[in-house]
């Protein structure tokens, strides 16, 4: 690859920066290799720091209307403290393990609509700038995928994903965003519900699953809506039945939503899956945009994305140019 950008901030003629990825998605929690590639301007310097900025494209609302911002969901510093000498070549390894809640941009190699990015920041002599930005894929864990593909197999069908800027209450979420994926239920259950947003809060210990039902039907008031939150295991992936555990699931949120419709208490669910109801929340968020336009069948939840790879490479770029001074700093310094 070729040294995509010259650090502005640092002045003509400074140091170029390329940072190149593992191919291939990584995971939610799991590990993240590569390198930086640096070379040297036309006098030598001392480079400070090297961070590398976990960011994202999300759905932020406004007094009006909803529009998108960038936000920092992690740090991490992979170097620094050394000279780069005029003209130099110097290459930085680097492996960073990346929040168990990153969402997911893909599956089964189809991509969802979430943005995601890895932007190299140095720092020489006080001077900053975000000098190389590259997209990143993050496939689902295990649970979450075989989650997704009992959806398919029971016939619901992927609508769209996208980014939230909020919180959900009630829950253990720990970036500034959340993941929704919207899914379209089957013929019998249409009447009922509209459409249900799925959302994994993934930790060590297990997989938190937020399912909330027809948010856009009018019986919710916006950030009052009734949540449903239910946990399953890292472990029960080989083993679980899937497709009864979120058959489950589903018959406890469709007559939830009929019963607060009506209205009525819910009852509780005591289920003997890997999976256990956490009671009702409310999210603190704001509401869904659809993203990316999908159609809906099969296995996988049917899911065709948006844009091709390549076109995700071609405009990650461009979805976050610009966006330097709305960055919600929402990591941690590593």
Same mark, same amino acid.
């Given at each position: ?10 002045? &003509? ?33 001392? &480079? ?213 419709? #009506? ?27 659809? &993203?990316?336009?999908?159609? #809906? ?38």
């Amino acid at each position: 690859m070729v040294f995509k950008k010259l650090l502005g901030a640092l002045g &003509v003629g400074g140091p170029s920066v390329d940072t190149v990825l593992q191919p291939g998605p990584a995971l939610p929690g799991g590990t993240l290799s590569g390198e930086v590639r640096l070379r040297g301007g036309g006098t030598d310097a001392t &480079v400070d720091r090297i961070t590398l900025l976990l960011v994202a494209r999300v759905e932020r609302e406004g007094q009006d209307e909803e529009d998108e911002a960038t936000a920092v969901l992690d740090r991490f510093t992979v170097g620094g403290g050394f000279r780069l000498a005029e003209e130099a070549e110097h290459t930085v390894p680097f492996t960073v393990t990346l929040p168990w809640e990153t969402p997911i941009t893909e599956l089964h190699g189809q991509h969802l609509g979430p943005v995601l990015g890895i932007r190299t920041e140095l720092e020489i002599a006080g001077a900053r700038d975000k000098g190389d930005l590259d997209a990143l894929a993050v496939a689902p864990l295990p649970a979450q995928e075989a989650i997704l593909e009992a959806f398919g197999q029971l016939g619901y069908a992927f609508k769209s994903a996208d980014l939230e800027l909020g919180h959900i209450r009630g829950t253990g979420q720990q970036l500034p965003c959340y993941q929704e994926i919207e899914i379209l239920p089957p013929a019998g259950h249409a009447g009922a519900v509209n459409e249900i947003e799925v959302t994994f809060l993934a930790a060590p210990g297990g997989l938190e699953v937020v399912i909330e039902a027809d948010k856009r039907g009018g019986l919710f008031s916006e950030g009052h809506d009734t949540v449903h939150r239910f946990t399953a295991s890292h472990h029960a992936a080989p083993q679980a039945d899937w497709n009864a555990l979120v058959d489950g699931w589903l018959k406890e949120v469709v007559a939830g939503h009929a019963a607060y419709a #009506a209205p009525a208490p819910y009852g509780s669910h005591h289920g003997e899956h890997p999976g256990h109801h956490h009671g009702d929340g409310h999210r603190s968020g704001p509401g869904t945009g659809a &993203v990316v336009a999908g159609v #809906a069948a099969g296995v996988a939840v049917g899911v065709v994305g948006g844009m091709v790879a390549a076109e995700v490479v071609d405009e990650i770029g461009d979805a976050f140019e610009g966006e330097e001074e709305d960055e919600e700093d929402g990591g941690d310094e590593g």
